[in-house]
Every structure is written in C-alpha cells, then in structure tokens.
Nanobody, 127 residues
Framework: QVHLVESGGGLVQAGDSLRVSCVVS????????MGWFRQAPGKERELVAA????????IAADSVKGRFTISRDNAKNTVYLQMNSLKPEDTAVYYC????????????????????WGQGTQVTVSS
C-alpha cells in the first residue's frame, strides 16, 4: 500500500519562505514523477509543480514560477516544495501526489496522471 505523508506547513507572513516535504513509502519512489497540488477554500485543486522521476525535468504553474521550487531526494524517498516570497493568495492545503507513469520524463501533467495522494498540509499566509 502506498503512503504519502506531508509535513512542514504552517502560518507565515507575506514575503516569508516555507518548505514542505513529502515522504513516500510502498512504491519504488525513484521510478515515478511527483507533483505538488494545492486547494484553496471554494476552489479546484490545482497543480503547483511537478518533477520527473530522475529530477532532471520540472514544471511549475505560472502563478508560482520564480518563487517556488520543487526538488526530490530519491535516497530519502522525499519530494520537497520550497516556497519563497509567499503571498496571501498562496494560502491553501498543499498535497503531494505520485504519478502513475513509471520513468516519465515529459512535461505534461494533469490530475488523472496521479494515483496516490497525501493527506495535505495547511499553508496560511497572512498579509
């Protein structure tokens, strides 16, 4: 059974930085791309960033480009999302997700491509 456990969320002020982490167990982590999604109250869950199985290729939503960085440590079965220059509109529950496609190195990601999800971690940015 696959488990994804996020950590690192919290309450910060606008302009601050925060790093959230996600540890994966139950599947060969290093074979699969990973994604970070977020969902604000009353809004759809949206893709924030994704990283290929080997960490060579990443993508990020336009709203976070230049501020957020996704990375992974395959030795630790962990994916990270470094969030800098946070804004109140970044407030949401952040979820990590595991891609279903082994050794995927492309740049096309959508929610149906991810088949395992964490429970989410709350990030709140005050103005």
């Amino acid at each position: 059974q696959v488990h994804l456990v996020e950590s690192g969320g919290g309450l910060v002020q606008a302009g601050d930085s925060l790093r959230v982490s996600c540890v994966v167990s139950g599947r060969t982590f290093s074979w699969y791309a990973m994604g970070w999604f977020r969902q604000a109250p009353g809004k759809e869950r949206e893709l924030v960033a994704a990283i290929s199985w080997n960490g060579v290729s990443t993508i990020a939503a336009d709203s976070v480009k230049g501020r957020f960085t996704i990375s992974r440590d395959n030795a630790k079965n962990t994916v990270y999302l470094q969030m800098n220059s946070l804004k109140p509109e970044d407030t949401a529950v952040y979820y990590c997700a595991l891609d279903r496609r082994p050794f995927y190195g492309g740049s096309s990601y959508a929610k149906p491509d991810f088949d395992s999800w964490g429970q989410g971690t709350q990030v709140t940015v005050s103005s």
